[in-house]
Each structure stands twice: as structure tokens, then as C-alpha cells.
């Protein structure tokens, strides 16, 4: 009953390091989403792919990028970090209706020093 | 404009007493849908309860309970005989039809709860 699956949970990068977050959801989904969460900022979307094939920009997308790797996974790839990214990172799934809540993973927490 | 506000950072309640969280929202769509998740201490996030924008009774899950007012766009979150487990984030969320992002949600600030003995 795995659900939403993000990898790492914790990491420490030094800045211009890259990396990639990784997320895999077994519900047959076909939407996924990623949110950073900042104190006092609630969660914000950098992107999300509202099927297999598309992704799209949210509202913080600048400083990441993301791959729809097929209807499972969807990762987010940090090219070069720097502080403003530390950030605890989310992965969310749903399906598409109004109605329909979306399941997050337990987050990654980043550091970027 | 925020979309979503929540107005109080911190509330305190009392084990036993019911506790309300605030929280307006902003929207012209017609159909829109209105969501609670909490988030304990160990950060994960967990859906609560779901109100949709055309239900004519407020939504209710357990101890749980949504108080939709439409006209006044507000959807508060009730807590009934808080237990000190409800201690923790609490977040409101809209997801609207118009959302040029596609179904994702748009979240407040959230309202810490803490439950004393």
C-alpha cells in the first residue's frame, strides 16, 4: 500500500551541485505535481504533469526541471543548486476530477549550503 | 491576491473542546473544490475532508466537519473533542476548474493547532 514514493528524504548539497528527486506513485494516476513548502509559505507548485507525455510550469518553476519518465514517475532534477532551493520538496498524485484529492509523498527534505 | 487565507498563524485549544479554522477563499469559477490537509510534526500530509463547490450540505468526516459558506466564499474547518493528536499544520486548499495548472492545488499559509491536556 506504498501510495506516493519519493526518494531521498533527507540531502545536503553544496551550491551549483545538482541532483535529481525522484517520485513513483502506484495508483494509475495520470496527474502528478511538485511542491516546495517554505515556512509561513504554505506549498507551492514548480510543476506538474497533468498526464503521461506533458508537464507544465507552476508557480516557482525557475531553477528546476522535471521528466515524466512514463504514468508512474515523474521526476524533479535540480541543475544547479543554491541556497533560496532549500526547501522541503513534495511529490502529489491525483486523479483529474474536481473532487478528487491528491496524495502526497512523505517529502524530501534539502539543504543546499 | 491570495487565493486562499488563512488569518490565524497559531490557535490553542483544549483537549474535549471543538476549535474552528478559518479560511476564505478567492475564485469567479462556478465549480471549484475545497480541501483540508493536516501535517503533523513528522511532515507528512494527510487529506481530511473535501467540499465541493455545488454541495448544498457542508461536508463532514468523523470529528471532522467543513463549514461552507458560499456567499461569504469562507470554508472552515471544525474540530470536534480536539484529542492532543490533532496537534499540528493545518491547510487549506482550493483546486479550481479555470486553474491553468491543470487540477493542482492552490494552498494557504496554514494554521498551526496545538492541543494542550
Known amino acids: 500500500n506504498a501510495g506516493v514514493t519519493q526518494t531521498p528524504k533527507f540531502q545536503v548539497l553544496k551550491t551549483g551541485q545538482s541532483m535529481t528527486l525522484q517520485c513513483a506513485q502506484d495508483?494509475?494516476?495520470?496527474?502528478m505535481y511538485w511542491y516546495r513548502q517554505d515556512p509561513g509559505m504554505g506549498l507551492r507548485l514548480i510543476y506538474y504533469?497533468?498526464?503521461?507525455?506533458?508537464?507544465d510550469k507552476g508557480e516557482v518553476p525557475n531553477g528546476y526541471n522535471v521528466s515524466r519518465l512514463n504514468k508512474r514517475e515523474f521526476s524533479l532534477r535540480l541543475e544547479s543548486a543554491a541556497p533560496s532551493q532549500t526547501s522541503v520538496y513534495f511529490c502529489?498524485?491525483?486523479?483529474?476530477?474536481?473532487?478528487?484529492?491528491?496524495?502526497f509523498g512523505d517529502g524530501t527534505r534539502l539543504s543546499i549550503l | 491576491a491570495q487565493k486562499i487565507t488563512q488569518t490565524q498563524p497559531g490557535m490553542f485549544v483544549q483537549e474535549k473542546e471543538a476549535v474552528t479554522l478559518d479560511c476564505t477563499y478567492d475564485?469567479?469559477?462556478?465549480?471549484?473544490?475545497l480541501f483540508w490537509y493536516k501535517q503533523p510534526s513528522s511532515g507528512e500530509m494527510i487529506f481530511l475532508i473535501y467540499q465541493g463547490s455545488y454541495d448544498e450540505q457542508n461536508a463532514t468526516e468523523g470529528r471532522y466537519s467543513l463549514n461552507f459558506q458560499k456567499a461569504r466564499k469562507s470554508a472552515n474547518l471544525v474540530i470536534s473533542a480536539s484529542q492532543l493528536g490533532d496537534s499540528a499544520m493545518y491547510f487549506c486548499a482550493m483546486r479550481e476548474r479555470s486553474n491553468q495548472a491543470g487540477t493542482a492545488l492552490i494552498f494557504g499559509k496554514g494554521t498551526t493547532l496545538s492541543v494542550s491536556s
Open positions: 495508483m494509475n494516476h495520470n496527474s
Open positions: 502529489a498524485s491525483s486523479d483529474g476530477g474536481l473532487d478528487q484529492p491528491q496524495h
Open positions: 475564485t469567479s469559477d462556478q465549480s471549484y473544490g
Open positions: 504533469s497533468a498526464s503521461e507525455g506533458t508537464t
